[in-house]
């Protein structure tokens, strides 16, 4: 929704500003600049970035119209893994085997379907769990590897981003590419009237001025709204290793939980007392 409302403004602001000025819209309709400006960034993203990147922005971009993680994904995450621990409490770590090994299959999580629907997050607990269902690791070991497997998934996860602020940095040049040919035109049409020359400077100002605000007014901030949905991911799995390494230290599930509550921003965090509710009403189930 606010990427919508984002480019609206956008595009009201300047394009009010200019026929404030006594602009007129038309002057700004140029679709062969367009598709020069378009066309060269397409294409120097298609060299640069490899084609597992460029799926993975058109799965990113997809996202981002969607509702990001807020506090009740958050609160349901926490519940979730309460539950879990206190199956490992009550059955033992041989009771969770079956839950881990068919996470799809399992009552606890199909409670979760967010957290279902984020692979890397159920392979990230499930992984972990294993691990230490395995009873073969030390607690500052399990740290290392969770937070290296974080790391990874983080570096992974940016490379749609970094790969749009490229092309957001090219932008302003291609305008200048736009332009240039757009003098050619003009310098080719040197002895037409002069309306004929003042209309193919216009649209070479056009090419520069649609770089720069493709660079600035929607690409950058394209690929920076990108960045924060990572970002909000990697927070999503940390949650998940503080708690998880918390009941490998063996620390009450409760306990654990509230581990993992207080590594959240305050804008997500849920209460305690609100944390405290959601799990007593979980073991109703």
């Known amino acids: 929704m606010f990427i919508f409302i984002g480019a609206i403004v956008v595009i009201g602001g300047v394009l009010g500003g200019f ?10 309709y ?14 120097s993203l298609l060299i640069a970035t490899p084609l597992s990147v460029i799926k993975a922005i058109i799965g990113q971009i997809k996202g981002v119209f969607g509702a990001g993680l807020g506090k009740k994904d958050y609160l349901q995450l926490l519940v979730m893994m309460y539950e879990v621990f206190n199956v490992a409490r009550r059955d033992g770590l041989v009771g969770l085997e ?40 030390q607690p500052h070991d399990l740290q290392d590897l969770m937070e290296e497997d974080i790391e990874t998934l983080h570096a992974e996860e940016l490379r749609p981003s970094q790969a749009l602020s490229s092309v957001a940095d ?10 240039v ?22 649209a070479a100002l056009v090419g ?22 990572t970002n909000d991911t990697k927070q999503y799995l940390g949650c998940m290793k503080h708690a998880l390494l918390s ?14 509550r207080r590594t959240l921003y305050a804008e997500v965090r849920p209460g305690f007392t609100e944390l405290e509710k959601a799990c007593n009403e979980s073991k109703k189930r």
């Open 30 to 43: 140029q679709p062969l600049e367009v598709m020069i400006i378009g066309g060269a960034a397409l294409g």
């Open 181 to 202: 040919l757009g003098v050619v035109l003009t310098m080719a049409a040197i002895n037409g009237p002069p309306e004929e020359i003042g209309h193919k400077v216009a």
């Open 98 to 137: 079956n839950h881990i090994e068919h996470p799809k299959e399992s009552e606890i999580f199909k409670r979760y379907p967010k957290f279902l629907a984020n692979h890397h997050a159920v392979d990230f607990f499930c992984d972990t769990m294993r691990v230490i269902i395995s009873g073969s690791v």
């Open 19 to 28: 026929m404030l000025e006594g602009g007129k819209a038309i002057a700004l």
């Open 208 to 229: 520069t001025f649609l770089g720069i605000l493709g660079c600035y007014g929607f690409v950058g901030p394209l690929a920076a709204c990108l960045t924060h949905r």
């Open 170 to 179: 090219s932008l302003p040049g291609l305008g200048i590419v736009a332009a």
């Open 247 to 260: 009941f490998h230290k063996g620390v009450a599930g409760v306990i654990a939980v509230e581990f993992a």
